[in-house]
Every structure is written in structure tokens, then in C-alpha cells.
């Protein structure tokens, strides 16, 4: 058994974006630069409406490739 320890990815930068085709651009710039990321999505509401609810995209760029420990 190795005494390594793995050392948890750190976060860069987070960034919220407004659509899926906006953070499907972010990943993929990410990964031409060898970062990893983490993503999510909520809902929050609308700015210009009190009843509507509208989907927001955040990613994380991370300084490696997170690990299924890292969740």
C-alpha cells in the first residue's frame, strides 16, 4: 500500500453562466489547458420577474482533474 496521499484539486475561478452552450464552451477551453472543472446548475430567480425561475451553470476550473474523493 503507497503512503502517497493525493492532494485535493484547488479552485481557480468559479463562473456563472446563463445558458449550457456557454459553459459547454467554458469546459471545453478548460480541457485544452489540462485544468479539470466541476459543474452544477440552479435555479434562481429572474431578475426582471418575481414568478420566474431561470437556470444558471456554474463552473469550477480546477488546478487538476478532481478525483470521485473530491465530490
Same mark, same amino acid.
Given at each position: ?5 493525493? %492532494?485535493?484539486? #484547488?479552485? *481557480?475561478? %468559479? ?5 449550457? /452552450? =456557454?459553459?459547454? =464552451? /467554458?469546459? $471545453?477551453?478548460?480541457?485544452? *489547458? $489540462? *485544468? $479539470? ?7 434562481? #430567480? ?5 414568478? !420566474? ?7 469550477? *476550473?480546477? !488546478?487538476? +482533474?478532481?478525483? +470521485?474523493?473530491?465530490?
Amino acid at each position: 500500500m503507497s503512503d502517497d496521499v493525493a %492532494t485535493p484539486a #484547488q479552485v *481557480l475561478s %468559479t463562473n456563472i453562466f446563463d445558458s449550457a /452552450a =456557454e459553459a459547454i =464552451e /467554458a469546459i $471545453g477551453a478548460a480541457d485544452v *489547458l $489540462g *485544468l $479539470g472543472v466541476r459543474v452544477s446548475n440552479r435555479l434562481v #430567480q429572474d431578475e426582471e420577474s418575481d414568478d !420566474t425561475l431561470v437556470e444558471e451553470w456554474i463552473v469550477e *476550473l480546477l !488546478t487538476s +482533474v478532481p478525483t +470521485v474523493d473530491e465530490e
